[in-house]
């Protein structure tokens, strides 16, 4: 755990957007999947969407169409791009890795979505 390093959160106002980055400290192509959940106040971890090695994406219901995720592996980073955001997107967000039957987190970043 704290292997993955996530920045790129912040504080934004209704409809904005905001990036956020989750660098490895090595080669990501090694994991099978890299992926974000987030965590509101009071509420249960979510998923939120997962990148496969072989670039197959998946998003949750409530971010799809609005959220991306991307892989640059020559910059051991993955992305997700968050457009359109809502106060209800506020939370921290956490990315993973896995290479299995082991999954590495980072430590988190906040976003704050303002109304």
């Known amino acids: 755990q704290g292997q993955l390093v996530e920045s790129g959160g912040g504080l934004v106002q209704v409809g904005g957007s905001l990036r956020l980055s989750c660098a490895a400290p090595g080669s990501i192509s090694t994991f099978s999947a890299m992926g974000w959940y987030r965590q509101a106040p009071g509420k249960q971890r979510e998923w939120v969407a997962t990148i496969t090695s072989g670039g197959r994406t998946t998003y949750a219901e409530s971010v799809k169409g609005r959220f991306t995720i991307t892989r640059d592996n020559d910059k051991n980073t993955v992305y997700l791009q968050m457009n359109s955001l809502k106060p209800e997107d506020t939370a921290v967000y956490s990315c993973?890795?896995?290479?299995?039957?082991?999954?590495?987190w980072g430590q988190g970043t906040q976003v704050t979505v303002s109304s």
């Open positions: 993973y890795a896995d290479r299995l039957p082991r999954r590495s």
